[in-house]
């Protein structure tokens, strides 16, 4: 992050290495806020414990799509900021990066919320999380053991996205 006279504040993370492993961590909510799967692959750093990390994340993504809906300059019906969009509805947001990371962000059309905190100077990762949320139905949403709803418990998608993730570039 930088101040207007342009001087770091904190210094950069290491440069993404070339075999990926630039993923940090990844969260899925469902529409109503609970987080079905966390996982992490490079979090050097734990401040939250993980039910306060969850309720952080979920408020960030609420916040600002209201804020990128409240905000759109194409749209006459604003709305009120802080009551909840449809996924589609609106103005909508990718990603947003700092000094230390990248966000990235998709909504599917019913309502799973996927967010990869990744490597600063990783690319637009819009593609990659259409794959991991088509891993997410191929894996999880078909198997007719997993209940919807509740916590992501299926060995294949854990093994498939690991290794999808551990090779983002």
């Not at 905000?71 to 509805?89: C, H, I, R």
């Amino acid at each position: 992050m930088q101040f207007f006279g342009g001087s770091e504040i904190s210094p950069s993370p290491p440069l993404p290495t070339a075999s990926g492993n630039n993923g940090h961590m990844m969260y899925v909510f469902n529409r109503n806020g609970i987080c079905l799967l966390y996982r992490e692959w490079n979090r050097p750093l734990h401040t939250l414990n993980a039910q306060q990390d969850h309720k952080l994340m979920f408020g960030l993504l609420f916040s600002l799509k209201s804020l990128t809906a409240k905000m759109d300059p194409t749209s006459v019906d604003k709305g009120n900021l802080g009551v909840p969009q449809l996924p589609g509805q609106g103005c909508s947001f990718h990603s947003f990066r700092t000094n230390t990371y990248k966000l990235s962000f998709m909504e599917s059309p019913s309502g799973i919320k996927i967010i990869l905190v990744t490597h600063p100077r990783t690319g637009d990762l819009r593609e990659s999380l259409k794959y991991i949320y088509n891993l997410y139905v191929e894996y999880v949403v078909k198997n007719p053991l997993y209940t919807p709803g509740t916590p992501i418990r299926c060995e294949l998608f854990d093994s498939t996205l690991d290794q999808y993730v551990r090779g983002l570039g």
